[in-house]
């Protein structure tokens, strides 16, 4: 595996690699979620490049950025043992030369702002920005991401097609524990109990498919009732709502292709997670 950390250095290796280039992008810390991606982006394409790059523009202030799990040095020995092609590691210097405060930002405004862009604010600018620029950099065929960020994964879509960039947006299955807790690089923040806890999310997700399934229930009263069963088990719901599946506009009965996104506090960390329901 070729590792780079400068923009010259991955322009000169990408003109020596020929074919279909898979992408995947990711902050490091990886884990069994991570590696599915990169398992995926060797079947759709010739040539796999990672990146693995912490974005401070998509962290607000008061957000774990300095605290956000690194390790280089493990990452590398697991994507070697893949067989992955390229890996590229830039610096803030890099991506940001003349800092982050006048750069050019990409919006996608229609879905940016709800959910987690409600309480993060900023944050889908700074994740759309930097998928951008890598995309641009790295001119892939083919880009795997984790509908564990369903949100997220979205707004890549709706950026991609909106922009016509020629580029095929594949979105993987979350890895779970066997709890059912989505694995994530911030899990590492909970003890081994407070994991078996925190699984109570994707619980209440299920619950919740069971009730849109088999029930009548109106969309609204069954968020209010998963949230309140959430909050009394020590968990600080931010959100938990019925969507459409491709609009992520709330959804009401007559809606056949939903998605249930959720977003906690659970002690330190914030959790994400989501099932998608087809009725
Ligand atoms: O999902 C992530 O890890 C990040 O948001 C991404 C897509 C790598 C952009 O920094």
Redesign the pocket.
Known sequence: MITVNNSQQLQSELKNLHGRIGLV???GNLHAGHLSLVEQAKKKADIVVV?I?V?PL?FSANEDLASYPRTLEDDIKKLETLGVDLLYTPSDKEIYPEGMEHHTQVEVPSISYMYCGAYRKGHFL??TT??CKIFNMIAPAVAI??KK?YQ?LTIIQKMVTDLCMPIEIVGMPTFREKSGLAMSSRNRFLTDEEKLQAAGLFKSLKWAEEQLKNTSIDFRTLEKQAIDQLNENNFNVEYFSICHQDTLKPADRGDKKLVILAATKFGIPRLIDNIIVNL
């Open positions: 992008m990711t902050m990146t790059y974005n998509q700074g994740v930097i998928v991401f984790g960020d997220q």
